[in-house]
């Protein structure tokens, strides 16, 4: 136990909170029945969890570095464990898309001190093998998030998806005190809060401008408003880094086009992969007819291929330039999704298994290739910083794939039911029953099929333009970048 404690602690917390994005997913008709949710509310209730954990990942991380990283992954699993029960026992959207938000401030903590922990538990080839651990648990959690989910919310009550993550962070808190010893930066380090604030602001406004827009348009006043103040808060974010000793970011390395390339695949990967992930669970459960379960499961063959994908390639293509994986993986994300854009009223959950499949291979590809290409496109002093930004940019990119797609949804949605916005919002949040009388069922699924090829067919392209850019832009590490041997960070937020 002494040995391996560390790692199944870690392992614990960060299936946990990498289960809690996707693990709402399928309980989402369940929730906008029991709460009264209406589509923007949903959105919240997804998105602000992602929001959160992108906006104060770097920032966590360098308070770690200060505080004491494992102290640091002990608060922030407790808060989280709080955070959960407070979400099942929401008595409306509200005060579930708050407590939300306080799970994201506490997954924030977890997930920036993991990879740290790790690296001070373990040496060599111990440290290979619970690195190796880790990542296969990283990705087995987003695969298990819809199945878990249906299976919790069709046996007992969505709330239980909340509920189920307090016996987990008991035991990740007991174990952690037992088995990880402290660790931290040496004296004299600070912590850029101010550039924190900043970028929460910009990530949090230019996400609520992408949701409003679903309901007020992109050219309304409170739109543009947003997106003004998000452009403010992200010229703030420029000058602070610019000037603070211990930077967030270090500017310098967006003048690297192949890191540059990287942040964006992320934002990309994430947002087209998993972004409609959503609004496709709502129409197999609203339209379709189909449980929560085997919603869940209608979905997993993209989890199913990636899953393969990832554990048959990681010896196979050993070697491969990383630019073919990344860029090949989103060409395939983009293909697999395109393909999905054959959707109507007669369409069953069978039309999206060839393209799931598809973009699943894709997502086995880029998905554990994406932070070892982070750390290669930069000096060796800046490769946690890497790590940390590269997951910063595949959380904001989930976050504003679930809003514009469900932008786009509801705008193809008003135009297939003549202009009916308020039928179309209803109908995209699981509110069939609610909806006015007089629109034939056909009519719905008609709308509802139309908005979903609409939102593919932006997420296919989305993908497809970034596989490209990787292809055109991604080099291979010069000799400055991070040396093979010590190409996994000790942590994905560390100073240079």
Request: net charge positive.
């Amino acid at each position: 136990m002494r040995k391996w404690g560390p790692l199944v602690a870690v392992c614990l917390g960060t299936f946990m909170l990498l289960l809690d994005v996707s693990i709402v997913i399928v309980a989402l008709p369940d929730m906008a029945g029991s709460l009264g949710a209406s589509l923007s509310d949903l959105q919240w209730v997804i998105d602000i969890y992602a929001l959160a954990l992108a906006a104060l990942l770097l920032g966590a991380g360098a308070a770690a570095d200060v505080t004491g990283r494992r102290r640091m992954y002990v608060a922030g699993t407790g808060f989280f464990a709080l955070a959960s029960l407070a979400c099942g026992l929401a008595s409306g959207p509200g005060m579930l898309i708050a407590m939300r938000t306080l799970q994201g401030v506490g997954a924030a903590g977890m997930l920036a001190t993991t990879l740290s922990l790790l690296g001070a538990a373990y040496q060599g080839r111990d440290r290979s093998f619970a690195l190796g651990i880790w990542g296969a648990v990283s990705g087995g959690a987003a695969a298990m998030g819809p199945i878990l989910g249906g299976a919790l919310t069709q046996a007992l009550d969505w709330r239980w998806i909340f509920f189920v993550n307090l016996p987990v962070s008991v035991a990740a808190i007991w174990l952690t005190l037992r088995t990880v010893s402290e660790s931290r930066s040496p004296a004299g380090r600070r912590v850029d809060w101010a550039g924190t604030a900043a970028f929460a602001v910009f990530a949090g406004a230019l996400t609520f401008a992408a949701v409003r827009a679903g309901e007020d348009g992109w050219g309304s006043v409170r739109t543009v408003a947003t997106l003004a103040v998000a452009a403010l808060a992200l010229a703030a974010f420029t000058v602070v880094e610019r000037r603070a000793a211990y930077p967030l970011l270090d500017l310098s390395l967006l003048r690297r086009p192949s890191f540059v390339v990287i942040m964006v695949s992320a934002m990309a990967f994430n947002g087209a992969a998993f972004g409609v992930f959503p609004y496709l669970s709502i129409w197999l459960q609203t339209l379709i007819g189909m449980s929560p379960v085997k919603a869940g499961l209608a979905l997993a063959p993209l989890a199913a291929s990636a899953f393969v994908v990832a554990a048959v390639g990681g010896r196979l293509l050993h070697g491969v330039p990383r630019r073919y994986l990344i860029g090949g993986g989103l060409l395939l994300i983009g293909g697999g999704t395109l393909g999905q854009v054959v959707l109507g009223a007669g369409s069953g959950w069978t039309a999206l298994v060839v393209g799931l499949t598809v973009a699943g291979c894709g997502v086995g590809l880029v998905s554990p290739a994406l932070g070892g290409a982070a750390l290669a496109s930069v000096p060796a002093h800046s490769a946690g910083m890497a790590g940390g930004a590269v997951n910063t940019a595949r959380q904001l990119g989930y976050a504003l794939g679930v809003a514009v797609f469900g932008t786009v949804l509801t705008s193809r949605m008003t135009d297939s039911l003549d202009g009916s916005a308020g039928a179309a919002h209803a109908l995209a949040g699981g509110g069939a029953t609610a909806l006015r009388p007089g629109i034939p069922d056909r009519a719905l699924h008609t709308a509802f099929a139309s908005g979903l090829d609409s939102t593919l067919l932006v997420a296919g392209t989305i993908a497809v333009l970034a596989g490209l850019a990787v292809f055109l832009f991604l080099r291979a590490p010069t000799a400055d970048a991070v040396p093979a041997s010590v190409r996994q960070p000790a942590s994905p937020v560390a100073r240079p």
